[in-house]
């Protein structure tokens, strides 16, 4: 005789449970801001060490130089950025009638 | 900023063309030399460029959802060529063997500028992709500021 084919049991959980999404550190606005201002200042620092020393010739790596610069001109710009949002919202705030 | 990974990627190939450069520029710069520290003729070197990717980066990079691959770029170890070395008759040659035939180094002219070009290439397409990630940062950064 031949047995007639069973469905294959999938195990599935009754309901999918979710992990907790992490949650993010609970720094506020000014902390995070003053962070990457800090970051940002380490990072042109560097661009400038490197670029010192390649002026001097100790550093002949080129393209790690130009990196460098790079890096800091898009962590300034992120700063700038969301510097420029701060200021919209202020002067939205201020524009408000009392 | 998680596009700095691409930056630091791209680093690493310019590090490797670089270093793979330096080779080719000490290998043309030895075709001729027949008498080295050890009273050898100079054996060409070579870059073999191993995957920085080990297999434990790859589970992470699984479970990361693919990214951050930084510091998993090329790296290039300098090894010497296994080249037979060029026989020139040159009685005259205070390195010429009894026969007089003195042993320059297997530097192949040729191969070396096409390996010249090659490198050029890759640097250049190293470029491309940093200034391509730079550009897509640039863009992200113009979100919202269209009014």
Do not use: C
């Not at chain 2, 080295?36 to 297999?55: C, D, E, H, I, K």
């Not at chain 2, 500028?113 to 250049?124: D, G, K, Q």
């Not at chain 2, 897509?136 to 269209?146: D, F, H, N, R, T």
Request: hydrophobic share 45%; no cysteine; charged share 15%.
């Amino acid at each position: 005789m031949i047995d007639p084919v069973t469905a294959i049991a999938v195990q599935l959980p009754s309901s999918v449970e979710f992990a907790p999404a992490t949650q993010p550190p609970a720094t506020d606005f000014a902390s995070w801001l003053a962070q990457q201002v800090d970051d940002v200042n380490t990072k042109v620092s560097q661009a400038d060490m490197q670029v010192r020393q390649l002026a001097v010739g100790e550093n002949t790596n080129l393209h790690q130089v130009m990196i460098s610069l790079e890096k800091a001109h898009l962590s300034l710009e992120l700063v700038v950025q969301v510097r420029n949002k701060v200021l919209e919202a202020y002067q939205n705030m201020m524009q408000m009638q009392v | 900023m998680d596009i700095s990974s691409i930056f630091d990627i791209s680093a690493a190939g310019m590090n490797l063309e670089r270093q793979r450069l330096e080779v080719s520029a000490l290998n043309l710069a030895n075709a001729n030399t027949t008498h080295g520290a050890n009273g050898q003729p100079f054996t060409p070197l070579q870059v073999v460029v191993r995957s920085g990717l080990t297999p434990f980066d790859a589970v992470l990079n699984a479970v990361n959802g693919g990214a951050g691959l930084a510091g998993s770029g090329p790296i290039g170890e300098v090894q010497t060529a296994d080249v037979p070395n060029r026989q020139v008759y040159e009685p005259g040659h205070p390195d010429a063997d009894t026969n007089g035939f003195v042993s320059y180094p297997g530097v192949n002219p040729v191969s070396e500028m096409v390996h010249l070009i090659a490198v050029t290439r890759a640097y250049e397409a190293n470029v491309r992709v940093f200034n391509a990630g730079r550009s897509m940062a640039m863009k992200a950064l113009e979100i919202g500021s269209g009014r």
